[in-house]
């Protein structure tokens, strides 16, 4: 079964600053890769989607990028914002119509 | 405006009680899901349905019921039968074909009385 692994669980970085979160899986036989954020007592809003094919995906000062082979992929926020402060969860897609969700990270963005 | 909505935000349910939590989406998406939201854990599948009139179990269906009689609704019964129900519940929809976004409502919190 998929498992799906977020560091650091939680993270505080002053705004300003360049900073990356980690998103692991087991199996990498999937179809694509997404990073969400959640905002508190709110549902999901998608980030980026990486299709298995693809190494990596921009949106604005977000850059994600995928290594299938050795199941990781990362979530690079640039300039960080007080606005960012969210959790991120990523999620695989694997056979069936299955989605598998990280546990995700929290992060804070102190002014 | 195209979007996912949940109702009602909260929902409060006594013991032995069922409730049902709606999910509505106008985006004309085939595949529809219900996930399940706990304190430190990621989220989990409770059901899906790819095309109206066909459900499938998720990883944790035991205690739920779903129904997608129409396209554009998916709604999601927590039955009696579900010891542990407090949660948030998210639905989601995505169009029924590879590599596609998934949109999610803004969810369901579920609190037992």
């Known amino acids: 079964k998929q498992e799906v692994t977020q560091i650091p669980a939680a993270l505080s970085v002053p705004e300003g600053e360049n900073l990356v979160l980690n998103c692991s899986f087991t199996?990498?036989?999937?179809?694509?890769l997404q990073w969400f954020r959640q905002d508190p007592g709110k549902g999901l809003t998608s980030l980026l989607l990486?299709?298995?094919?693809?190494r990596e995906q921009t949106s604005g000062r977000l850059n994600a990028s995928l290594d299938k082979s050795s199941g990781r992929s990362t979530l690079y926020i640039a300039a960080s914002q007080p606005g960012d402060s969210a959790t991120y969860l990523c999620?695989?897609?694997?056979?069936?119509?299955?989605?598998?969700f990280g546990t995700g990270t929290s992060l804070t963005v102190i002014p | 405006d195209g979007g996912i909505t949940q109702s009602p935000k909260y929902l409060f349910r006594k013991e032995g009680q069922n409730v049902t939590l709606s999910c509505e989406q106008n985006?004309?998406?085939?595949?529809m899901y219900w996930y399940r939201q706990d304190p430190g854990q990621g989220l989990r599948l409770i059901y899906y349905?790819?095309?109206?009139?066909?459900?499938q179990k998720g990883d944790i269906a035991e205690g739920y019921s779903v129904s997608r009689e129409k396209k554009e609704s998916f709604p999601l019964t927590v039955t009696s039968a579900q010891k542990n129900p407090t949660a948030f519940y998210l639905c989601?929809?995505?169009?029924?074909?590879?590599?596609?976004?998934?949109?999610f409502g803004p969810g369901t919190r579920l609190l037992v009385l």
């Open positions: 989601a929809s995505s169009i029924d074909r590879r590599s596609e976004t998934q949109y």
């Open positions: 199996d990498s036989a999937i179809y694509n």
């Open positions: 990486i299709q298995s094919s693809q």
């Open positions: 999620a695989v897609e694997g056979a069936g119509n299955q989605f598998y």
């Open positions: 985006l004309n998406h085939d595949a």
């Open positions: 349905s790819q095309i109206v009139n066909d459900f």
